[in-house]
């Protein structure tokens, strides 16, 4: 087997190191110490999120959405394959070496989608984006740290709080989509997103694309009334 080579280290605003390996054509971004956040060969998660809240805007003129965390980009790609020509996707990556690492070291992953007009790359908080907004999005997907349950960023929780999703309301359109990834389900969560004025629907989906693999949970939320 193919040893994993070291290729570039980043600092995450918190403090915490992340390192970007590669084995073969597989990429794996990992925190200090080992724990895996992410793997090239395992985006079917991420990219149901993009899918699933995409059906939900059909026929929505020029959508507006927001994407939480850039990762290797299996969302943003999944978004762009069903999004409408006019469409509009704004993606905000925390870290400013993720970006970079898109276009150098996982050029092979993320192909041309950074260049795809429809796309813009903003660097920064994706919880100020959303705070600073009214009415601003037809779709937010957030794919932020582990989900709801198992923060590895204490201000991640200001995202899943009430106050946060009460926040995201406020950015989403009439009719407008929340969607989020989290590695584990938690029924807590659902019936805070209900109890924020969404219509709530929960759903497992396999890690791999082959439907193997861990399970984790797709929340899409849409924001009900005026």
């Not at 100020?128 to 923060?151: H, M, Q, R, Y």
Request: hydrophobic share 45%.
């Amino acid at each position: 087997m193919q040893p994993w080579i070291h290729l570039a280290t980043a600092t995450a605003p918190q403090g915490d190191t992340l390192r970007l390996l590669r084995r073969g054509d597989e990429f794996s971004i990992r925190l200090e110490g080992g724990n895996e956040l992410m793997n090239s060969r395992l985006g079917g998660s991420e990219e149901a999120l993009a899918t699933y809240a995409l059906e939900l805007l059909a026929g929505h003129a020029a959508p507006c959405v927001l994407i939480g965390g850039l990762g290797m980009g299996f969302t943003l790609r999944a978004a762009l394959s069903v999004a409408p020509p006019d469409a509009r996707l704004i993606v905000s990556e925390i870290v400013p070496d993720l970006i970079d690492w898109a276009s150098q070291h996982m050029a092979e992953v993320f192909g041309e989608c950074l260049a795809d007009p429809r796309v813009e790359i903003r660097t920064g908080d994706v919880g100020a984006e959303i705070s600073g907004a009214c009415g601003a999005f037809d779709a937010i997907l957030l794919d932020v740290d582990n989900g709801p349950d198992g923060l590895t960023r204490a201000d991640n929780d200001a995202l899943y709080g009430r106050a946060g999703l009460l926040s995201a309301r406020r950015a989403l359109t009439s009719g407008g989509v929340l969607a989020i990834w989290s590695a584990t389900h938690d029924p807590a969560f659902t019936k805070r997103l209900s109890e924020s004025g969404f219509g709530v629907n929960a759903r497992t989906v396999r890690a791999s694309r082959a439907k193997r693999g861990s399970r984790h949970t797709i929340w899409t939320a849409v924001r009900s009334g005026i």
